[in-house]
């Protein structure tokens, strides 16, 4: 391929993207060594980058735009906002993402992507090659990147799908697994996650070469057993979660308990279900009793 | 016969996609409206939608090149909700981080400036040098930009005296920027040349306009929210609130270059002031109630007002950035101007179409679309 010329297009995006295609600009990013301008009419260019996730206002522009880009038309939308609308996922004014609207070749996932990312995507794009000098692609200690799970780690809790910023978590009860999916393609790259996960199992790494030509595969996932109700058989909680609050709340919290661990245990084994169930809250009431009846007496 | 001329929406000058329809007798302008939207999110209305801490990373998002101080006073507004005592570190802590943005922003706008005078040699070079803050603010903050820094109740990462060494040996090679910067306004180049005399808005019309930050600034107007009601730890920092009288673009362009050295003086302060201690304090239910709270952000003055029922979810917040100010101000300086000055003037408010686009204003009687937009 000859020439590149690269048409920025933004709509409902928060600008951080743009504003890093633009510093790709600076020669220590050395798009130009690649070949690559930036134009500023659609009429002269063959690649369209596009930032942002699209609202009903961009939308025609959008389309404007991508019928004046010249052949190849590649299309390669930056951010997470043109993968996944992100964190304005559910704004009222936004159609996108873009590939809802025009046909989109490549993904650069990232919140903003890091200049670096958008070079290295476009030297694999065109199959180039781009002398590693020092450092070049270095990121500090401490950036927030990809997620990465400890699978050992993790108990299948949820918290992370909670305190996420941008609903990029999805937890999924499958049979007898839950599934932990961690959307990076729909992540604001907050940390949050990171912060308020009980075992540290989340941790984002310095990772953060992330192109990818499908959107739907920019996940991380964990699964964890689920546990089987003693009294109907449906896979109901999280057995990792069951092992980590009793091991907090008997061994460390209340050790006095630790001798009735059986028996707590099976309490815990009712689901949601059984345990409306008057014979079971019967029983499992009767179990409670007689455990802190023991607990007190000891 | 006037005729209309558009700007935008997708036009290479303009960092953002907007549009302005400018209408021109001759070679002058004598009316020029706005037209926004392309970047409207519906931001408000998710703010209501997320918990306080949620919401932090969506008022970042409100505008990526000002991220920091949104979620600082979105964090100062919920801490009055909270009832929060920040810690004394974290104050100082806030104002390093601010300041540091407050730099790189400045710099992208003269980069920017640079470029819509045609200046290339001058553009590159700012760009250049202004990878500095960006490569710092991302050794510190993790990310280069939307760093998520600020947290309710304090900062979320603390500066190490190895940290703090690495920012003082930032500042002294950021000096010889600024003084490139003050250069090219002051030699007879262009850019003294295409910036002198454009623009103007004059003191009165300022005021009446409602203009803030630099923009005000560059009309006479010592008007600063960090002076004038102090947060984090500025009132115990001395730095100057910078002036300049002639309201054209080159008055606002001193104005942000002056302002630099004041930033690089505020951070050296607070970096040989900082209190030891925690960095940030423990989070509490929110009253039920209202709280408002105000920042200078790079481009002026910026408003949060949050409304709480009680619960963990914001139940009203309302952003008034600083560039919706500031739009009024364009429409002022644009009129009697010429066509080739149009692009430099828009640019010197150094707008950020991400903050402002929100509502557009129909007039219900005549129908007619106004130029009023909010975020
Ligand atoms: S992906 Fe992140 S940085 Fe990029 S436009 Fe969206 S919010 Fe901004
Ligand atoms: S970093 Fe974690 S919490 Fe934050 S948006 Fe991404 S997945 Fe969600």
Redesign the pocket.
């Known amino acids: 391929m000859g020439k590149i010329s690269v048409y920025r297009f933004l709509s409902a995006?928060?600008?951080?993207?743009d504003v890093q295609v633009l510093e790709c600009l600076v020669p220590r990013y050395r798009l130009a060594e690649l070949n690559v301008e930036v134009v500023s009419n659609p009429e002269e260019a063959n690649v369209l980058f596009l930032?942002?996730g699209v609202n009903i206002k961009g939308r025609e522009e959008l389309i404007k735009v991508y019928e004046k880009i010249n052949p190849p038309k590649i299309v390669i939308a930056v951010?997470?906002?043109a993968l996944t609308k992100?964190?304005f996922d559910k704004g009222y004014p936004m159609v996108g993402p873009p590939d809802q609207i025009v046909p989109v070749n490549f993904y650069v996932p990232?919140?903003?992507p890091r200049p670096q990312a958008i070079v290295k995507a476009v030297v694999q794009i065109l199959g180039a090659k781009l002398e590693d000098k020092e450092d070049y692609w270095a990121t500090p200690e401490g950036f927030r990147g990809k997620h990465e799970f400890d699978r050992d780690k993790c108990i299948g809790c949820g918290a992370c799908a909670q305190v996420c910023s941008s609903d990029a978590i999805d937890v999924i009860d499958e049979g007898e697994k839950r599934v932990v999916r961690i959307n990076y393609g729909h992540c604001?790259f907050c940390a949050f996650c990171q912060d308020e996960c009980p075992t540290q199992a989340i941790r984002l790494t310095r990772e953060y070469h992330l192109l990818t030509n499908n959107r739907g595969t920019a996940y991380i996932m964990n699964d964890v057993d689920l546990l089987e109700c003693a009294s109907c058989g449906a896979f109901f909680f999280p057995q990792p979660q069951i092992d980590w609050a009793l091991k907090r709340i008997i061994e460390e919290k209340v050790p006095k308990y630790l001798e009735f661990k059986d028996e707590i245990l099976d309490a815990m084994k009712l689901c949601l279900k059984c345990r409306r169930e008057i014979m079971n809250m019967k029983k499992a009431k009767k179990i409670l009793a007689e455990l802190s009846a023991k607990a007190r007496g000891s | 016969m006037p005729e209309k001329v558009y700007v935008g929406p997708y036009r290479p000058q303009l960092v953002e996609p907007e549009r302005f329809e400018l209408l021109v007798e001759g070679n002058r302008i004598i009316d020029a409206k706005i037209e926004l939207g392309y970047m409207h999110r519906g931001i408000e209305k998710l703010f209501t939608t997320k918990t306080y801490m949620q919401n932090l990373a969506l008022a970042e998002?409100i505008c990526?090149i000002c991220s920091g101080i949104h979620t600082l006073c979105y964090a100062q507004t919920v801490e009055k909700l909270m009832n929060i005592e920040v810690p004394e570190r974290a104050k100082y802590l806030r104002c390093v981080y601010m300041e540091l943005e407050r730099l790189h922003s400045h710099y992208l706008w003269f980069g920017i400036l640079a470029h819509s005078l045609d200046e290339h040699k001058a553009f590159l070079k700012i760009m250049v040098e202004r990878e500095r803050v960006q490569d710092l603010l991302e050794y510190l903050t993790g990310n280069r930009?939307?760093y998520l820094i600020n947290t309710i109740g304090g900062v979320r990462r603390d500066i190490t005296p190895e940290k703090a060494e690495k920012i003082r040996r930032f500042l002294n090679g950021s000096k010889p920027l600024s003084d490139y910067i003050m250069e090219l306004l002051n030699d007879n180049g262009g850019f003294t040349r295409k910036t002198k005399g454009v623009g103007v808005l004059p003191r009165e019309k300022a005021l009446e306009v409602g203009a803030v930050g630099p923009t005000l600034r560059g009309s006479g107007i010592a008007s600063d929210i960090r002076k004038d009601d102090p947060y984090a730890a500025y009132g115990e920092l001395d730095f100057e609130v910078i002036v300049e009288n002639d309201g054209d673009v080159r008055a606002k362009a001193l104005v942000r270059a002056r302002e630099t050295y004041e930033s690089m003086k505020i951070i050296e302060q607070a970096l040989d002031n900082l209190p030891s201690g925690e960095i940030v304090a423990e989070r509490k239910e929110p009253k039920i109630g209202e709280e408002f709270g105000r920042t200078e952000a790079p481009r002026g003055e910026l408003v949060y007002y949050i409304r709480s029922n009680g619960t963990n979810i914001p139940e009203r917040v309302k952003v008034r950035t600083p560039s919706f100010a500031n739009n009024f101000a364009i429409l002022e300086m644009l009129r009697g101007e010429t066509l080739e000055n149009a692009r430099v003037i828009i640019e010197s408010i150094d707008p950020c179409f991400a903050c402002t686009d929100r509502v557009t204003v129909v007039d219900a009687k005549t129908g007619e679309r106004n130029c009023m937009c909010l975020k």
């Open positions: 995006g928060c600008n951080g993207c930032t942002g951010g997470n906002c992100e964190i990232g919140c903003p604001s | 998002r990526g930009m939307n």
